[in-house]
């Protein structure tokens, strides 16, 4: 063989993300995207008026970072663009952490974080949640006893979702810098009614902030996320950055949602409004359920049975949920939030499901 290094890598079992979903009859609430479907002239409009070159030439990025600093009150200097918040969190640890070093994260969620700490031999501790979705302090206390690089804090967390308030993370901030550990907020749903951790960065230097265009802002197809710090960490953080953060496709979108933000609030208000009205008929079939802040939403059932039949039969009507989880999450499922209209067609199967006892 001739890689002699990271030979552990042999061991971890790395899986492409599950496609053959029917795009064109199905009813995608399986991984928090954009339910509904962008209009007909939507990237018409993002290239209108782009040079006749735009495909021929590589990417021209700067405008962006100058859009992205602008519309988050921050400077440029304090910004680097990466390949969605999983790049953001793969450049972190590659320039941050060595091999046995201690990390933590909410558990369970986003799963990159556990393929990452495999992948960079690092120890990754699960800070769990008690039955009532709360987070389990002891735990919380021990891995602070751990000397630990960074703590990974989701903000809210999906898909158990709890959120932290600015006097929390200054908190959190605080403890993590008296033993000289990175804090990173990771605000993929923010926009959906979190506080942001944003205007703690100034205070604090052990802070760092990951963004995403894939939920509020609708396009995860563009793989556009990016990391805020403050100056003094982006110029190690952004040092590592490939020769061309994005491609001009994905600048382009990303640079046409900032300029019409008033599209994208417009999509959160209604994701906002269909979020409590579905709560409202999960309740009214007997389900437990809880969002607040996500685009999302968690359903209980009474048992794994329950969840799994559930998820096959919808699954069968081209509807695609998420879940079960592993233990103890094993009875509950995920879906995504779009407008009222289009989930409609969720309730009817759920309904239906509950008359043909799949659940009871």
């Known amino acids: 063989m001739f890689i002699k290094n990271n030979l552990h890598l042999k061991n971890i079992q790395r899986n492409r993300v599950a496609e053959g979903r029917n795009l064109v009859k199905g009813l995608r609430l399986d991984r928090n995207e954009k339910v509904d479907l962008w209009p007909k002239n939507f990237i018409h409009q993002v290239l209108k008026g782009k040079p ?15 859009k992205i600093a602008k519309f988050d009150k921050i400077s440029e200097e304090q910004i680097l663009l990466t390949s969605g918040i999983d790049g953001s969190i793969k450049n972190l640890l590659s320039l941050i952490t060595k091999p046995k070093d201690v990390i ?46 960074i ?17 929390e993370i200054k908190k959190i901030a605080s403890r993590c810098k008296k033993i000289n550990c990175f804090l990173v907020v990771d605000e993929a749903y923010y926009h959906f009614g979190a506080k942001s951790a944003l205007p703690l960065v100034k205070k604090f230097k052990n802070l760092i902030v990951l963004r995403t265009f894939s939920k509020a802002f609708g396009v995860p197809s563009i793989r ?66 809880r969002s607040q802040y996500g685009n999302y939403i968690l359903i209980k059932f009474k048992n794994s049975k329950e969840s799994t039949k559930v998820v096959q039969f919808l699954k069968e009507k081209f509807i695609y949920v998420k879940g079960p989880y592993q233990k103890p999450w094993d009875s509950f499922i995920n879906i995504s939030i779009g407008p009222f209209s289009i989930m409609r067609r969720f309730l009817i199967g759920l309904k239906e499901a509950k008359r043909k006892k799949v659940f009871f």
């Open 52 to 66: 006749s070159s735009f495909f021929s030439t590589y990417p021209e990025i700067t405008s962006l970072y100058k």
């Open 104 to 149: 933590a994260v909410l558990s369970p969620t986003y799963a990159m974080y556990q393929v990452y700490s495999k992948i960079f031999q690092l120890k990754l501790f699960k800070i769990g949640y008690t039955e009532n979705y709360n987070i389990k302090k002891k735990e919380f206390d021990k891995f602070f006893k751990l000397r630990p690089k």
């Open 151 to 167: 703590l990974f804090l989701p903000n809210p967390n999906q898909p158990i979702e709890n959120t932290f308030g600015l006097k």
């Open 224 to 289: 556009a996320g990016y990391t805020i710090s403050c100056k003094e960490n982006m110029k190690i953080l952004s040092k590592a950055r490939i020769a061309h953060e994005l491609s001009s496709v994905s600048v382009a979108i990303a640079e046409y949602l900032i300029d019409n933000y008033k599209v994208v609030k417009k999509n959160v208000a209604k994701i906002k409004a269909s979020r409590k009205l579905i709560k409202k008929k999960l309740k009214n079939l007997g389900l437990e359920n």
